[in-house]
């Protein structure tokens, strides 16, 4: 898939899941950025990628050394071992920014920073990039937002996913993995999800369905139907409930 459809799919899945997540405001707009950046983080498995981009030769000699690691384009950073990689990493940044006494909500810098700045400063970017926002500018916003969210440690709010608590850049990044992976087993290549252990390529639908990246069927179908989803699940995550069900901010929860 594109690397549009690919953060729009990332973005749709965290503000779907934005209400049980009970995350609104700016944190939801920064997670929903974020797990954009996270759609098209997979790809950092090729040179030529939106996402290998974003720095120039520094991301691509980057995306070169993924590549030699995982076996080349669609293999590793596109499998169950991927997703955990790319989210053990965002967990590891997260938790090393706070060792340097960092807490959430209390703005302070440090050089503790730095591993979780370069993660979101990626994620911003590629984000930014993918859906064509702010041209030239958007690696600069990217940055921009990396310190903002840094010095305000809005990345390391805890979100309650069942019986756990997971920072929220941890929690977009794996969630924007998956919606990577989900929208390249809609196409004819699929994803080996069991990688390295076993190289088949899986796919979500049957044959005559699958459909080739940048035709007909992405353009017409998969991308207006992300649009229209993404456009429903903003308006449910920012308080206005599509169904009876009610939100948690909504006046009869309080
Ligand atoms: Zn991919």
Redesign the pocket.
């Known amino acids: 898939?594109l690397g549009r459809d690919?953060a729009l799919s990332g973005a749709l899945v965290f503000t779907a899941l934005g209400p049980s997540l009970h995350v609104t405001g700016t944190h939801l707009a920064a997670g929903v950025v974020l797990a954009a950046g996270a759609g098209v983080l997979?790809?950092i498995d090729h040179p030529d990628?939106t996402i290998a981009r974003c720095f120039g030769f520094l991301t691509e000699a980057f995306a070169w050394v993924v590549a030699k690691i995982s076996g080349g384009?669609?293999h590793g950073?596109?499998s169950l071992v991927g997703i955990a990689v790319f989210t053990l990493g965002a967990l590891a940044a997260g938790t090393y920014q706070i060792s340097g006494g960092r807490i959430p909500g209390h703005a302070v810098f440090s050089w503790h920073m730095l591993p979780a700045g370069l993660y979101l400063a990626l994620l911003y970017s590629a984000a930014l990039r993918a859906l064509h926002i702010g041209g030239h500018h958007g690696d600069l916003l990217g940055i921009g937002g990396a310190l903002v969210t840094c010095y305000t440690a809005w990345d390391m709010i805890m979100l309650p996913v069942g019986h756990w608590h997971v920072p929220l850049l941890a929690l977009a990044t794996g969630l924007g993995c998956a919606a990577?992976?989900a929208?390249?087993e809609l196409t004819h290549g699929g994803?080996p999800l069991f990688w390295p252990f076993y190289a088949h390529e899986f796919h979500l639908v049957p044959r005559p369905l699958q459909i080739t990246t940048a035709k007909m069927g992405e353009n017409w179908i998969v991308f207006p139907l992300l649009i229209g989803a993404l456009v429903l699940a903003a308006w449910h995550a920012t308080g206005h409930p599509l169904l009876c069900a009610s939100y948690p901010g909504s006046p009869e929860r309080r």
């Open positions: 898939m690919h997979p790809d990628s384009h669609r950073t596109h990577h992976i929208g390249d994803c």
